[in-house]
């Protein structure tokens, strides 16, 4: 099975600070990423796809980039909305996998 | 607008069963994969299992193959998950997911919780 690992796995920020999360696969998986938000709660909402292709109606503050094993979600200006816990998922191959998350905290 | 809404879900005992329902709405479910993605309370997101558009194609993770089954029903525009031999673990909340033709999880359902508890 591919491994998806994510850093950091809590993440403090600001109000308007740009941070980065990484997200390291086990083998390569070209760009087979995906990255997701979740609110406590509700269900995961697709954020990037083929690791850096913004899905329609994400803020363009968002944005993914990576091939092969190291993949990373940055966001740049934060906005109070984007607290969340964020995943990766590969489905490159079976069975498909995701991090264990990052939690992204408000400093 | 694509919705995906998830039944069947509840308290169920150790070596029980449970079906679980999704009817999807704004969209024809025979044009897509379809998918189930677990949550255990307080964990991450586990996929669990995927369906071919004609249920010809099916794959499972390893730790529910034998005991879940994923099948749809196109001409109902819904698609299950019966779930059976249900153990502690099996504890989560579960999601039915729309398969964008490139392969990532592009829509979710509100999810159902599952409680196996004796």
């Known amino acids: 099975d591919i491994q998806m690992t994510q850093s950091p796995s809590t993440l403090s920020a600001s109000v308007g600070d740009r941070v980065t999360i990484t997200c390291r696969a086990s083998?390569?998986?070209?760009?087979?990423l995906a990255w997701y938000q979740q609110q406590p709660g509700t269900a995961p909402q697709l954020l990037i796809y083929?690791?850096?292709n913004l899905q329609s109606g994400v803020p363009s503050r968002f944005s993914g980039s990576g091939s092969g094993t190291e993949f990373t979600l940055t966001i740049s200006g934060l906005q109070p909305d984007d607290f969340a816990t964020f995943y990766c998922?590969?489905?490159?191959?079976?069975?498909?996998?995701f991090g264990q998350g990052t939690k992204l905290e408000i400093k | 607008e694509v919705q995906l809404v998830e039944s069947g879900g509840g308290l169920v005992q150790p070596g029980g069963s449970l079906r679980l329902s999704c009817a999807a709405s704004?969209?024809?479910?025979?044009?897509?994969?379809m998918s189930w993605v677990r949550q255990a309370p307080g964990k991450g997101l586990e996929w669990v299992a995927n369906i071919k558009q004609d249920g010809s194609e099916i794959h499972y993770v390893d730790s529910v193959k034998g005991r879940f089954t994923i099948s749809r029903d196109n001409a109902k525009n819904s698609l299950f998950l019966q779930m059976n031999s249900l153990r502690a673990e099996d504890t989560a909340v579960y999601f039915c997911?729309?398969?964008?033709?490139?392969?990532?999880?592009?829509?979710w359902g509100q999810g159902a919780l599952v409680t196996v508890s004796s």
């Open positions: 083929k690791a850096s």
């Open positions: 083998q390569s998986i070209i760009s087979d």
């Open positions: 998922q590969q489905y490159e191959r079976y069975p498909y996998t």
């Open positions: 997911a729309r398969i964008d033709r490139s392969g990532y999880t592009k829509d």
């Open positions: 704004g969209f024809t479910i025979s044009s897509y994969w």
